[in-house]
Each structure stands twice: as C-alpha cells, then as structure tokens.
C-alpha cells in the first residue's frame, strides 16, 4: 500500500506528493457489482483526478467514506469550489457523493 499524505490546503502542492502518472492510461472506477461506473481518462484536464484516485486506491485499497474525506482534502481549494458548483467537477462530486452515504467503489488501474 502506498502511503498517506497530509494534505494541505492547495491542490497543487499536494499533487506533487502523490505517485506518479507515467504510464496509466486511465482509472476505472468499480462498484461493488462488479461494473465499471466511471473511467477516468489520462488526459489533460483529467491528469489531477487521475493521481488523485489512483493514490486513493492505493492508498486505501477502496474508495469509502474515510478515503473520499482524504481525497476531498486533497483536492484542496477544488473542494470549495465543487460544493459552490455541483457538476463543475465531477471527480470531486463522487467523492461527495460516498461521503453522503454513496456507494463504495474501487480504482482499478489500466497502464498505457
């Protein structure tokens, strides 16, 4: 398992801490049926959620309450900003949503 960070309150700052994305093509995000109800592609616009949630899943094995609060703060000043604007980041929205008592998912990662 990978180790934890501490994040701080900028996103970039904590981005640098996490594992790198060099040679991931994306992260599938699985729930406990089995189905992939999330792709996240490694794209620009998309290579921060992508750390995020490959380090998430390494980190935690799963994306449950505990780990969407640690990727939450992780996210830094994105966080504010997706509870300001549901749907402006819908990485983010996820992990509100498992926080809320959503369903809990595995990152499953697809090298490239």
């Excluded at 794209?43 to 998430?56: D, F, H, I, R």
């Excluded at 830094?76 to 929205?93: L, Q, S, V």
């Amino acid at each position: 398992m990978t180790a934890k960070i501490e994040p701080g309150p900028v996103f970039k700052d904590n981005l640098a801490q996490l594992p790198p994305i060099e040679g991931v093509a994306r992260v599938d995000l699985i729930d406990p049926a089995g189905a992939v109800v999330a792709s996240i592609e490694n794209a620009p616009g998309k290579q921060g959620s992508l750390a995020v949630y490959q380090y998430l899943g390494q980190a935690f094995g799963e994306i449950d309450a505990e780990a969407a609060e640690h990727g939450l703060a992780v996210f830094g000043e994105h966080t504010a900003d997706a509870r300001e604007r549901p749907g402006a980041h819908p990485n983010i929205d996820r992990l509100l949503d498992i926080v809320g008592g959503g369903v809990v998912l595995r990152a499953v990662v697809a090298a490239g």
